[in-house]
């Protein structure tokens, strides 16, 4: 009888996959969670939470498993996981994503950058950091962002049989999409062979860290004088950069004929004009660039764009923050922008 390699105090095995709506983080702890039970015949659970059912809405997959002499009568959120996965960096911005590891847990990022910057950027104290390039792998498999995860997954979760997976993609879509199924195999193979490892040692104080459950910014404690809402009915301060899937609209200004065609098709007023002159000295509005807070990477606009002053780029971390136009709204939370 197949035994888990590690366990809680209730006897589980816990996995916390921590992505924004649209990657496909749902459907990736399903996989996971049938490959254990049906695969292993070990008993699982799975089930996500999101708020609203919006792409780039914060999004939380969970998955138990437990042998098979164990009852699972906990269905509440996995708080102190023995893995983690992280399928967007945006994510850190508003999630402590690593809350409550356990101190010998594993934490994949999908990511491009190096081991040191992704442990800083995490405040991850100690545990093993393994990276993985998922969304280049995706790109260049013509695939699913998802499948290179699982394929990372499924080598930190080293008890699971690769080749179980390989014919569940199989049955997916050997019959209504046959020509996927050979980039998808490849991805799943590629996110298991190229995810790394790095393990930073756990000092010797250090247990495993609780869950702190963030608070609510405004709630009855923290609530401002007089409870006046200072940005009534607006989306002023809301930040989209984590609705992006790896890519966002590049402006070239040499380029642009300010034609708006761009502006008319953004679902999101990211466009910044001003009033300016054209070449013969007429009144002309100028395009000035992007507010990329407001950008949700649909790239409608690189299509729409008539001439090449607007490609879609692969996004590096802090591109959006140096090259941000703001958008010159005249009152920001009832202060002057
Ligand atoms: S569609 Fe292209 S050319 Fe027209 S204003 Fe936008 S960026 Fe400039
Ligand atoms: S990609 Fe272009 S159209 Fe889409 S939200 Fe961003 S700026 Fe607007």
New binding site residues.
Partial sequence: MFVLPKKNELGFFEIRLESIGGLGANLAGKMLAEAGVLGLGLNGSNFSSYGSEKKGSPVKSFIRFCDTEVEIRDHSPIEQPHVIGVFHEALYKTVNVVSGLKADGIVLVNTTRDFDEVKKDLQLEYGTLAIVDALTIAVEENTKVNTAMLGALYRICDFLDPESMRNVIRKTFEKKYPHLVEPNICTFDRGYTEVEFKTYEIPVTAEDKGFSRPLPQLGYLTQEIGGVITTQANSILKDLSGSRQGF??QFNMVKCIHCAA?DN????N??VWEEGQDKRGRKQVILQG?DYQ?????????EACPTDALGDLREMIGYAETNRVKQNFPYVAGRMA
């Fill in positions: 966002l609209p761009c098709v953004c679902p999101d990211c466009f992007i407001y950008c949700k990477g649909c790239l409608k606009c690189v």
